[in-house]
């Protein structure tokens, strides 16, 4: 079992940062790889960015290519999205998620290839 917690959304303007933080705990020895997704309003949920742990391979989509940086803090047990030049259509609640599962070094994008989700953080970006 594990438990993931997130924290730091909030209301900001367009152009802003934003530091996302889940804070796992549990059997964090397992997990292989964790993930950051997003849900808004009347939408699926969609990857943001993900983190195979083995290789530290990331993997970004494609609209938050160069804004968007995922990273972890072993001793923490957390996994942070910095989120930089925030966009109005960035607007969603952020949700973070661990795979426990055999992996291999690839990265992994699909929520059904996760098995613990946070209860997410909401972002909201005015412009």
């Known amino acids: 079992q594990v438990q993931l917690v997130e924290s730091g959304g909030g209301l900001v303007q367009a152009g802003a940062s934003l530091r996302l933080s889940c804070a796992a705990s549990?059997?964090?020895?397992?997990?292989?790889?964790m993930g950051w997704f997003r849900q808004a309003p009347g939408k699926e949920r969609e990857v943001v960015a993900t983190m195979t742990y083995s290789r530290g391979s990331t993997y970004y989509a494609d609209s938050v290519k160069g804004r968007f940086t995922i990273s972890r803090d072993n001793a923490k047990n957390t996994v942070y999205l910095q989120m930089n030049s925030l966009r109005p259509e960035d607007t969603a609640v952020y949700v973070c998620?661990?795979?426990?599962?055999?992996?291999?070094?690839?990265?992994?994008?699909?929520?059904?290839?996760?098995?613990?989700w946070g209860q997410g953080t909401q972002v909201t970006v005015s412009s």
């Open positions: 998620a661990a795979r426990l599962r055999p992996s291999s070094t690839r990265t992994y994008s699909s929520p059904y290839e996760y098995d613990y």
């Open positions: 549990g059997r964090t020895s397992s997990i292989n790889a």
